[in-house]
């Protein structure tokens, strides 16, 4: 510096030249501590990922647990209400073959008292024949008509008991 407190050109240039080495040195060293802060943050980020990532792994493979867990709980219960209904359907299918054979037997008998029936009533039918056919042939034989029941008594009467049939 000059003597008489004036600043010469070259004292501004040596003194910006320490400014700018100062300010240099502390951008270099806010650069380091910069560097230094983001190894520190991305490490720590790295570490916080892997916990979080080693956390988010065991979550998911509990998550995945408790679905199988649940999943086979229904297909457990599934089977049991389908096994219920295998049973359920094969007691229906008892009970319904049961009543089949009993509404068979019931009905063979009924086909038997039926057939009983027909056969009784040929039966009558043919013995009605006969007894038609035999009156008509005393019809023809006696060559006299039956009208009714009191005429036909007493023709009766009068064949059976000659000896009676004028003493009234």
Do not use: C
């Not at 027909?118 to 042939?137: C, F, K, N, S």
């Not at 060559?143 to 009714?148: F, G, H, L, M």
Request: charged share 40%; proline share 1%.
């Amino acid at each position: 510096m000059a003597e008489n407190n004036a600043v010469t050109k070259e004292d501004l240039k040596n003194i910006l030249n320490e400014l700018w080495d100062k300010v240099n040195s502390r951008f270099e060293a806010s650069d380091r501590k910069l560097e230094e802060f983001r190894g520190e943050v991305n490490s720590r980020f790295e570490a916080s990922d892997r916990k979080s990532d080693k956390r988010f792994r065991r979550s998911d493979r509990q998550r995945q647990a408790l679905h199988k867990e649940v999943q086979d709980w229904f297909y457990q219960l599934e089977g049991k209400i389908m096994n219920r209904f295998d049973q359920a359907l094969a007691h229906a299918d008892e009970a319904v073959e049961k009543l089949r054979k009993e509404e068979t037997t019931r009905l063979d008998r009924q086909a038997g008292v039926i057939d009983n029936f027909r056969l009784e009533q040929l039966t009558m039918g043919a013995v009605q024949d006969q007894i038609r056919d035999e009156l008509d042939e005393t019809t023809k034989s006696h060559d006299v008509e039956i009208k009714d029941l009191k005429r036909r008594v007493t023709v009766l009467e009068e064949e059976a008991f000659p000896d009676s049939a004028g003493k009234d």
